[in-house]
Nanobody, 120 residues
Framework: QVQLVESGGGLVQPGGSLRLSCAAS????????MRWYRQAPGKQRELVAT???????NYADSAKGRFTISRDDAKNTVYLQMNSLKPDDTAVYYC??????????????WGQGTQVTVSS
């Protein structure tokens, strides 16, 4: 079994920054692509950022230039550095990961989410 646990959310003023973390634990053979999603009230969940095992990254247009995704494979952790936050960034942020639990079986796991609120 594998668990993903997000942390780092909270209340921040517009223009502020937050760094989200998502730590994976359990029976992990290898962590492949990892992603951050977000879901605002009344809206569909949207993909924010992606990082592959080779550290290739991709961002939603709303995140480009403000958010940075990174990973530390020694810690089985993915990060999302969010700068210049706007009220529209308010959402529950979720991570997911393609976890290779054995060779060649890969399973998609999700975290439980962390709330980010941008408000003055």
């Amino acid at each position: 079994q594998v668990q993903l646990v997000e942390s780092g959310g909270g209340l921040v003023q517009p223009g502020g920054s937050l760094r989200l973390s998502c730590a994976a634990s359990g029976s992990i053979f290898r962590l492949n692509t990892m992603r951050w999603y977000r879901q605002a009230p009344g809206k569909q969940r949207e993909l924010v950022a992606t990082i592959t095992s080779g550290r290739s990254t991709n961002y939603a247009d709303s995140a480009k230039g403000r958010f940075t995704i990174s990973r530390d494979d020694a810690k089985n952790t993915v990060y999302l550095q969010m700068n210049s936050l706007k009220p529209d960034d308010t959402a529950v942020y979720y991570c997911n990961a393609d976890v290779q639990v054995s060779s060649p079986r890969t399973v998609l796991y999700w975290g439980q989410g962390t709330q980010v609120t941008v408000s003055s």
